[in-house]
């Protein structure tokens, strides 16, 4: 018995923060960020938006759309590394904001590989026969923690979440062998210093700004490409595949320099690599679901699909599964704009 994904929902906030605006507050170009990121805008939620909300508009599209009983859901794992609050978890206030009465609901944090390991935890759950459908939500209100000030990293995230429907299959398509890695030496390269219980918040650390996001760029970026070719390689040979059989790869989107160099190091051709991330920017945990959304109807049952990713932590790691068959969406979609008050109107 495998774990396939049946349905997918997203969600993006309408507010667009393109690089021309970055560039009237940092000393950046859009050329320049266009260049070394393939950035060219990203979704920046409102205020009153947290990442709750995010979560349950793309969880409510997902149920909508494919018209899922959200009665029958019986858990909900939220990836994320901007929880709405410390305590308590994110996930039960998307349970109560969706109405799943009657999953448990759970925060995991990995970073950008978040999703990823929620997914891997999903399959498990559903190939172990104890659990039938849940829903994996990747999820990230990345302005929330990025220095605005600081050109190192505000040029690169973006708000957003996405949610998969995970049902029992006997079909053999499906979820197959996953790798994920974690290597505790590259937390001091890529972390939120304060505001955990190593350094709460303090005048200090407000003072320092070192309650927002710091990476090392040059060594991420090193570290991602070398992490996320060799883990791809990897996932592929414990699955017995070659990578002339892959139909699709759905990299994490946190530099597309970082897509190109793991792609060309796969020798798959760059059309078969999704890229979202000119409009989107790093959504951190969504960005993975949120390319399955965006591009969900170039699946065809039967394709394989790689996906690969790399985040704080360091985390990472790469899985493949064979597209299933999807559950029938209703004709007329809800449009991002109706998600967005839906929102608003939770609040
Ligand atoms: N605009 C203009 N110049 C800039 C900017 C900017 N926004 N940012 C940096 N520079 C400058 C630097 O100051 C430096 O100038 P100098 O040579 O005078 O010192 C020069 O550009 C080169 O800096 P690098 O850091 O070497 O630039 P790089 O080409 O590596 O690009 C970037 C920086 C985009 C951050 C890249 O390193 C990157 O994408 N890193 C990986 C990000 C990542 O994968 N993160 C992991 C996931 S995130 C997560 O888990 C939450």
Redesign the pocket.
């Known amino acids: 018995m495998n774990a396939v994904i049946t349905a997918i929902g997203g969600f993006v906030p309408s507010s667009i923060l393109t690089n021309k605006k970055i560039s009237e507050t940092v ?2 170009s859009d050329e ?2 266009v260049k ?2 393939g950035i060219k805008e990203r979704r920046i939620a409102d205020d009153n938006t947290a990442t709750s909300d995010l979560a349950a508009a793309a969880v409510e599209n997902l149920l909508e759309n494919y018209k899922v009983d959200r009665e029958e859901i019986e858990a909900l794992l939220v990836a994320t ?1 901007t929880p709405d609050h410390i305590l308590a978890p994110t996930a039960s206030i998307v349970c109560e904001k969706s109405g799943l009465v009657n999953a448990f609901g759970i925060d995991m944090n990995a ?2 590989s978040g999703f990823l390991y929620a997914l891997e935890m999903g399959a498990n759950m559903i190939e172990s026969g104890r659990y039938s459908k849940l829903i994996i939500v990747g999820a990230d209100k990345m302005s929330s923690i990025v220095d605005y000030e600081d ?2 990293t505000c ?2 995230f973006g708000d957003g979440a996405g949610a998969v429907l995970l049902e029992k299959t006997e079909s053999g398509n499906g979820l197959m062998k996953t790798i994920l890695k974690t290597d505790g030496s590259g937390v001091s390269s ?1 972390a939120v210093p304060a505001g955990g219980s190593r350094t709460p918040i303090s005048m200090q650390s407000l003072l320092h700004r070192t309650h927002y996001l710091k ?1 090392d ?2 060594f ?2 090193k570290k ?1 490409v070398s992490s996320m070719s060799q883990v791809s390689q990897d996932a592929l040979a414990k699955n017995e595949l070659q990578a002339d059989e892959i139909d699709w790869v759905i990299p994490h989107q ?2 597309l320099r ?1 897509i190109n160099a793991v792609g060309e190091s796969l020798n798959i051709d760059a059309e078969k690599v999704k890229v979202n991330i000119e409009r989107y920017g ?1 959504t ?1 945990s969504a960005t993975v679901p949120l390319c399955l959304w965006d591009f969900k109807n170039d699946f065809k049952e039967g394709q394989n699909l790689l996906i690969t990713t ?3 932590g360091f985390s990472w790691g790469a899985t493949c599964l064979k597209w299933g068959v999807m559950r029938d969406e209703k004709t007329a979609k809800i449009s991002k704009n109706t998600t967005e008050k839906s929102v608003v109107m939770a609040h």
Do not use: E, M, S
Request: net charge positive; proline share 0%.
């Open positions: 000393d950046t320049w960020i070394r990121t590394a970073a950008c050109r190192n040029i690169l890529l990476q760029g040059a991420v970026f991602a946190a530099n970082i790093n951190t790399f985040g704080a």
